[in-house]
C-alpha cells in the first residue's frame, strides 16, 4: 500500500523543448515551431476592437429627419389652411357630378280625358369628353371616330359633336336631347361591340366608352296635328313654344330635381352614395275642347280651303252657355311633333293671331245697336236705292238691284250695306253722336280688347275710337269694314246674342290635376250683360230669316229638323304682304237651335281664290257640317218649335 503524506504534493514536472533528432535541422528564427504530437497547439489571445462614439450620426439623423418632418408639416399647412378652399374645389369637381333630373311634363287632355299632348321615355345623349383624350385612347383622333359614329345615330352634324367631345376642362356634355330608347339602345349596342373588339385586340379602343345616357322625356301628340293650333310646342330646351304649352309652361313643366354623385372614369361609384332631390311632375291641363268636335272642324274647313284654293280658314265651336269653346281649328295646320316640314306661317293659331275685317257678320252689331236704342224694330220700313252717297263715297251692296223695300229684318236677311248705314243712321240726332253710340256697343261686344284667353300672340283687333273715324269709316264700320277683328271675337259675339245678352268671356282650360291627382277648376269665367234678353231674342229671330227665307244669304246653312240663326260676310280683304285690299274673306256665323241656343259655330276663310268666295256660299255649308256634328255629340235635340217668319219686305 502507499502511504499518503500530508505534505504538499511535488509539483509536476513541465518538459522541455524536445531535442533535435540527429541529422535534422533547426528551425530558423521566425519559422513556426513544429507541433509537438499529442498535445494541442496554443492560440493567440483575442483583439478587442473598440466601437466608435454614435452621437455624431445621431445627431445627424436627427437633423434630416426634423427637416423632412418641417416640410410636411409646411406642406400641410399649406394645402389644409392656405389653399385648403382651392382642393377642395377641385376635389369636388373631379369626384362629384351634378346631373338634372327633368321633371315629366303634364299632359293636356280633350274634356273627356283623352291625351292630346303627353310624354314617353327619352334619353339626353351625353358624352365625358376627359375620356377621349390622347392618353387614354390611344388616339390623336378619338372624338371624330367617336363623331363619325355617333352623327348617324343622333341626326347631329358631326363636326359639332367632334368639337364638344373635345371641350377641355369638363367632364360633362350634352351631345342630343329627348333621343327615344331606341336610339339610346342602338348606342349601347355599339359600345358593347366596340368593347368587346377592344378586348380582343389591346391596340384598338372603345371610342363610345365615355359616352351615357340621362334619363329624360320626349313630347309627343298621338293626335297628328289635330288641335295643333291650340297645343303650340314644345323647343328642344324642353320648355313650351307655342299655345298652351307655352301660356302654361310653369304648370305643365313641374320642377327638375337633381342628382350628386361620386364618380371615377365617368361611372357612378356604388359605395360612394349620392345626394338626390327628386323631381316634381308637372301638372295635367285639361281643355274644353272636344276631340270629335275638334276633329270634324279641323276636316270640314282643310277640306274647303282646300278646294277654294285659299291662303287659309279658321272654324270656333263654341258652347253659348258657358263661354267653353269646343273647337278651334285652323286650315293649313302643322304637326307639332315634328316642326322639320311646317309651313312657318301655318304655326301660331290664326284663328286668334290674324286681325282681319269681317265684314257683314258685323252687322248684327250694329242691328243689336239700333234695336237697344229702340231706334227701329224688325219691321220698320227701309227703303234701300241702288247706290247711296255719304260723305265722299258712293255705296252700294253686293249685288246691283232696283230699290229695295225692306224691313229692318230684310236689311239684315239680305245683307244690305246701304240699309245698314241708313239703320245706324238713326243712333243719334248728328252722324257724330251715331258714331258714338256704335262704338259703345262695339267695345261692350269685345271689339278692341282680348278675349280674356290670355293665348299667346292673340290680337285684340283694330277698333278706332270714334273722333278718330275718317269721313269713309263712319259708314264702312256699320257694315263690318275699315275694323278689324280675330275669329274669336267674332264668335263670342254670337255666342253673346244666343246667350241672351249676357256675354261670357271664352274659357279654353278647364283645370288642372296636380301630381296628387286632385284636380282644380279653373276660374269661373267673367260675365258682362251686353244688351237686353228682349233684344237678343228679337236679334236671333232675325238672325233666322239669313237661313229660313228664300230670300235670305243662308240657305245653305240650313240643317233639317233645327231652327237656325246665321249670317253671312263677304268682305274686302287686306293683303298683308302689300297693305292693300286684295280677295276676299269669307265668312258665316250662327247658333242653333235658334229659339234655345247650345252652341255657336263661326267659320272664315281668307281669299278664296278658285270658285265662289262669298260668305254664304264656302262658309254656309262649313258651318252646316260641323254644326249638324256638334249638335249629334252633344245631343241636342231639335225643339220642335216653328220658326218666326219675320217679313223681310213691304209693299211701298
Known amino acids: 500500500m502507499t502511504e499518503v503524506s500530508d505534505r504538499e504534493p511535488p509539483r509536476r514536472r513541465v518538459p522541455g523543448p524536445a531535442r533535435p533528432a540527429p541529422g535534422s535541422r533547426r528551425p530558423g528564427p521566425g519559422a513556426r515551431p513544429a507541433r509537438r504530437p499529442g498535445r494541442p497547439r496554443a492560440t493567440a489571445a483575442p483583439r478587442t476592437i473598440r466601437l466608435g462614439s454614435p452621437r455624431p450620426r445621431l445627431r445627424m439623423i436627427s437633423l434630416a429627419l426634423t427637416l423632412v418632418l418641417t416640410a410636411f408639416v409646411v406642406r400641410l399647412f399649406q394645402v389644409q389652411a392656405v389653399d385648403a378652399s382651392t382642393y377642395a374645389a377641385k376635389a369636388e369637381k373631379n369626384r362629384y357630378v351634378v346631373h338634372t ?63 364638344k367631345l373635345r371641350t377641355p376642362d369638363t367632364q360633362y356634355v350634352l351631345l342630343s336631347r329627348r333621343q327615344t330608347p331606341q336610339v339610346w339602345n342602338q348606342i349601347k349596342d355599339l359600345k358593347t361591340a ?72 365617368g361611372r357612378q361609384v356604388p359605395t360612394a352614395g349620392s345626394n338626390e332631390t327628386p323631381a316634381v311632375p308637372g301638372s295635367d291641363v285639361e281643355l274644353t275642347i272636344d276631340r270629335d268636335i275638334q276633329w ?16 287659309r280658314g279658321y272654324v270656333i265651336v263654341q258652347d253659348t252657355r258657358t263661354g267653353q269653346i269646343l273647337a278651334m281649328a285652323n286650315a293649313p295646320g302643322f304637326d307639332p311633333g315634328d316642326l322639320s316640314d311646317a309651313d312657318p306661317e ?57 230699290t229695295w223695300y225692306l224691313t229692318l229684318n230684310g236689311v239684315l236677311a239680305k245683307s244690305s250695306n246701304i240699309g245698314t248705314i241708313l239703320a245706324t243712321g238713326q243712333l243719334g240726332r248728328t252722324q257724330a253722336e251715331a258714331n258714338r253710340v256704335l262704338y259703345d256697343y262695339l267695345r261692350r261686344f269685345g271689339l278692341g280688347s282680348y278675349t ?58 278647364r283645370g288642372t290635376k296636380g301630381p296628387d291627382g286632385r284636380f282644380t277648376p279653373a276660374p269661373e269665367p267673367e260675365r ?20 229660313d227665307d228664300e230670300e ?41 237651335p235658334a229659339d234655345k241656343p247650345r252652341v255657336t259655330v263661326y ?10 268666295y262669298f260668305g254664304g256660299q264656302i262658309c254656309g255649308p262649313v258651318y252646316k257640317q260641323v254644326m249638324e256634328f256638334a249638335l249629334k255629340t252633344l245631343q241636342v235635340p231639335p225643339t220642335g218649335a216653328k220658326p218666326a217668319n219675320l217679313p223681310v219686305t213691304f209693299k211701298p
Open 452 to 509: 280674356g284667353l290670355g293665348f299667346p300672340g292673340e290680337t285684340k283687333g283694330i277698333l278706332a275710337p270714334p273722333d278718330q273715324w275718317s269721313t269713309s269709316q263712319q259708314y264702312t264700320i256699320p257694315f263690318g269694314q275699315g275694323v278689324s277683328i280675330n275669329a274669336m271675337q267674332a264668335a263670342s259675339v254670337y255666342s253673346t246674342i244666343a246667350n241672351g245678352g249676357v256675354r261670357v268671356e271664352p274659357t279654353l282650360v
Open 528 to 547: 258682362t250683360r251686353v244688351v237686353s234678353e228682349k233684344t237678343a231674342k228679337t236679334l236671333a229671330r232675325m238672325l233666322e230669316s239669313v237661313v
Open 346 to 402: 301655318a304655326l301660331g293659331n290664326a284663328a286668334l293671331q290674324d286681325a282681319y275685317e269681317p265684314g257683314s257678320t258685323a252687322k248684327v252689331l250694329s242691328m243689336a245697336a239700333v234695336l237697344e236704342e229702340n231706334a227701329a224694330t224688325p219691321t220698320t220700313h227701309v227703303v234701300v236705292p241702288n247706290r247711296l252717297h255719304r260723305g265722299d263715297r258712293l255705296f252700294k251692296d253686293d249685288v246691283d238691284h232696283p
Open 101 to 163: 333630373l327633368a321633371a315629366e311634363r303634364g299632359r293636356i287632355t280633350d274634356r273627356t280625358g283623352v291625351a292630346l299632348a303627353t310624354s314617353v321615355d327619352a334619353y339626353d345623349i351625353t358624352a365625358d369628353p376627359t375620356m377621349f383624350t390622347r392618353e387614354l385612347l390611344k388616339a390623336d383622333d378619338g372624338p371624330e371616330q367617336a363623331a363619325a359614329l355617333l352623327a348617324p345615330i343622333l341626326g347631329e352634324d358631326q363636326d359639332d359633336l367632334a368639337e
Open 296 to 311: 270634324a272642324a279641323q276636316d270640314a274647313i282643310t277640306e274647303q280651303v282646300e278646294k277654294s284654293k285659299a291662303d
Open 603 to 612: 267659320c272664315a276663310i281668307q281669299n278664296a281664290t278658285e270658285g265662289s
Open 552 to 592: 235670305g244669304t243662308g240657305t245653305r246653312a240650313r240643317i233639317p229638323g233645327y231652327r237656325v240663326a246665321g249670317k253671312t260676310g263677304t268682305a274686302n280683304r287686306v293683303d298683308p304682304a302689300t297693305g292693300k285690299y286684295k280677295g276676299y274673306t269669307s265668312s258665316f256665323a250662327g247658333f242653333a
Open 194 to 265: 366596340l368593347a368587346k373588339k377592344a378586348e380582343e385586340d389591346p391596340s384598338t379602343a372603345n371610342v363610345l366608352a365615355g359616352v351615357f345616357a340621362d334619363p329624360s322625356s320626349k313630347r309627343v301628340y298621338p293626335n297628328g296635328d289635330l288641335a295643333a293650333g291650340i297645343l303650340g310646342w314644345v323647343n328642344a330646351e324642353g320648355k313650351g313654344g307655342g299655345g298652351v304649352e307655352q301660356q302654361l309652361d310653369k304648370v305643365l313643366s313641374g320642377k327638375d330635381g337633381e342628382i350628386r354623385y361620386a364618380q371615377s372614369g
